[in-house]
């Protein structure tokens, strides 16, 4: 499977895991066991839009690209600008 493929496939399970709407593909990474992939989330919609409360999740997939994990590496404000959450 290719990058995008995998990447399809992380953020339908994380959909259908989680119930959140997936925002954007953020990474895609190759590993010794499979593949990593970094989803945006929206957890919380607010008003206004610049305050919904999004989240970035790591899922992990194996090489046939099932979904073997994932969590939540950060939570942050969609008006929040920067890695670190700065702005």
Do not use: C
């Amino acid at each position: 499977m290719d990058g995008v493929a995998i990447a399809r496939r992380a953020e339908e399970a994380l959909a259908e895991q989680t119930g959140f709407r997936h925002e954007r593909v953020v990474g895609v990474a190759k590993n010794d066991t499979g593949w990593q992939v970094s989803v945006d989330v929206l957890e919380l919609r607010r008003i206004p839009d610049s305050a919904d409360v999004l989240a970035t999740y790591l899922v992990d997939l194996n090489e046939e690209g099932n979904v073997v994990g994932y969590h939540r590496a950060r939570r942050y404000l969609r008006g929040q600008v920067g890695e670190d959450g700065a702005a």
